[in-house]
């Protein structure tokens, strides 16, 4: 395969990822024909994902992400270690099993005066995170380190048990379900007790501080020493401080779990889910052993395993107020998000940004016709579908709009996007499947007929006028939760089969 | 509207006659109202031994003509001001208005009938008077006592928006359509032949009224002076030597629709103001015929509905999904082909129900017996949910609630051998040089859809 006419010249900048990689091999000085090219500019960043800082500087991303202080989350450390590159990191992330606090790697990282859009949430000392988020859309680079560290450190999560010093315990109860107060009281009864090893701060709704069955003044007269421990969270309290929690536990189903993950839309603390009902894909615990479940939890430790979650970034198109000479100028999305960069004008502006656990859903809500939606993957464009929408999943999300779009079963360790069509009108229309580092986008062309409705996890339906797109890509944050220590598996296809029926028919009885 | 614009008027032969004041008084006796019209005529419809379609007989030649065209979003303002411009009318409204100049130059006695937007736009431009309902009450209603002939510019939607118009009429009248573009599933003819098509269809049926008209023929015949008297000016006579003979008439396909009504938790019917009415009589009795099909979904809500199906009066299945879709053959390749139902052939008398997006792995589409009646019932399980109903992409007006139900039935449209009511009669393309009308379903699976199309590169 070599061609002696050419010389491929390398520029391997950061070489040393390959190691973690174990993919792209550098070759040694002594073979000169066969080299290794990466593509010098995948660290750009395109107009259409910029965002605009305050003092107009060049932007340019600097190659650490220096250590996020909001972000204290034990597992978070873990992950923001690794993403340093070798000349600057330690020389191993440091053994999970042994510590029970946040490390606090010593490194230091060369202040950068240019600034990027990943470095703006940690510019934010103070300890409330801003509501107001910005696009972190990260590099082909980063996301492909992100994606591996993650992966790695899964692996080696899931064969550790993790001890964790727990203070704060938020609990999340299923909504609207006043049948589940009174176990929701059982729990916290249980947590506030002085028979815990520790003392607990227990977190529960705030709806809940006034509720009859709840009866909290009651809580606190039977258990003097709970005074100033239990506490109550609203939907402001967990996206803001995330690092206030050192531990979740869920009482309900999967929708459940799923608002848990909709809440901490950084950092998710570990997550304990326990079933009370039916059997489900995330709760993985049953509510009558709660005590024994805990008190092993929290005296010999967890296991832990990581889910992807995808970081959208909902993007608005920038309207232009000159409309070019003769008829408005045509514009296609297209050209704006993959053809060549004219002029200095961004595009596109970020609006919101989502964590998804299970799926984000582009499709033609209220409106009669179907819906036209432009599919890029990178930086190539895969196609227009026309349909009634889209739905990119992550495998957590493959037994929901994914399974009734008709896209495959997958297992949740898998590291994969799943992208199917919802009622694609062609016959050729097969779901695809495609790596956790692709950072996909759908956009509305700006020659639509309608406009179209994005949603994420089922809510925050959206409206995406022409122009707009919605930029899906594997999120930095995780979502952690506790496996059952004796079942080390997911068990997830005995799951399918009694939940979903999967592959249930009589047995053919054989002819004898 | 008042604009105070000049206007050219041009004559048939295109030079530029005088220039004349828009002003409103002369506009409105260009336009009339549709119930000055003559009553519609009905024509008969036979089997024919050369093909399993229909063949068409006009007792008299078709008066009334509908036009319609492709819904088109530019306004009206818009429109005038492109005339200024460039001189002409932009696309479709100069089809428009060319198969509205070629009929009335060439057939007499006809009246061309306009949707009241068309109707505003086109009627300066012709040497005669265009009619449309003046009044408040919808053309839909007027349409179909007075409509002979529906003659559609644009593609499936349109021809989907003609039906539409005659949703609650039991005996549609023949639709011709011609396609601006591509040539669909419907049959379309292709734009450039229209003035054969029309002939055709005009034609269709003077032979069984004068037996000796034909092509080798052009002089009546003296015996028959008598019929052509009684038929007065507008018999076929008027238009002598156009006649293609009884055999070469146009093929006419009988689309079957659904009958669909929506009724109240304890068996009333709901008419789409959602007045529960007594069943039978008017227009508003909560029948509606669907072309290409009825569908229940769940709209901008982001829960699941949950739809008891009825099949032929046993209960199916309760299905959980985002919709469900009962279809015609003829919308076979619309929403249930996204939806991955089958695609039928609009021949084939059946009924197909297909779940949008099911929360199931198991739950197949299926085709019935068009002599099946289906029901769907919203379950209470819905917890006070609502959700849409459309019937040929149109949202009823109507929203569903618990308990209600969507009933759906064939339309019976054969009576007895030769006795064909209901249906949509489509007539069907044929091109030039070939004997046989075909139903243009073959083309429209290739060319439309793709179908079977083949791996690797052309």
Redo the contacts between chains.
Sequence with gaps: MTDSSKDIRVSIDGLVESEHHGEASSETDGQSNLEVVFYPDFDRRRKSSLVATNNNSRIERSRADPYDTNTACFLHSLLNGEWITSSEALDDIPEPSTKNEPTTPDIVVPESSKESVVDYASRHTEKDIPSDVQSRHLTKRQLSDMAWNVRNLSKRLGSLMLKLTVKNVLLVTKAHDESLIGLTREVTQWLLSKDRDAPLTVYVERRLQDHPDFNASRLIDEEPSANGRLKYWDSKLAPERPHMFDFVVTLGGDGTVLYTSWLFQRTVPPVLSFALGSLGFLTKFDYNDFRSTLTNAFRDGVVISLRLRFECTVMRSNHHEKCQEGSAAKRDLVEELIGEEIGDRLTHTPDKVFEILNDVVVERGPNPTMSSIELFGDDEHFTTVQADGICISTPTGSTAYNLAAGGALSHPENPVILVTAICAHTLSFRPIILPDTVVLRMGVPYDARTTSWASFDGRERIELQPGDYVTVSASRYPFAYVLPTRRRGEDWVHRISKTLNWNSRQRQKAFK | MNIAIPLLRRSRRGTILRRRAFSTTSCHHQIKDIDTLPLRLIPKYQECRDSDLLSLQWPAPPRNILLVRKASVPALVASLVEFIKYGAFPGLCQDCLTIASHITSNYPSISIILEPNSAAEVHHLLPCPVYTNTSGTQLSELAHDRVDLAVTLGGDGTILRASSLFATCHNVPPVLSFSMGTLGFLGEWKFAEYKRAFRELYMSGAAAGDRTLSLEDPKPAGADQGAELRMGPTGWSSVRGKSMGSNRGPRILMRNRLRVGLFSPDGKPIDSKGETTRPGGSISDGRVYALNEVLIHR??E?HLAIVEVFVGGRFLTEAV??GIIISTPTGSTA?S????GSIVHPLVASLLLTP????S??FRPLVLPSSTPVTLRLSEKNRGREV?V?ID???MGQAMAVGMEVRVWDEEIRHGKNDWRGGVPCVMRRTTGVEEADDGWVGGLNSL???N?PFGER
């Design positions: 709209g901008k982001p999904a985002d929403y082909l996204s939806s991955g949008i997006c099911p929360r792995l198991s849409e459309s992409g149109k949202n859809l793709k179908f199309y």
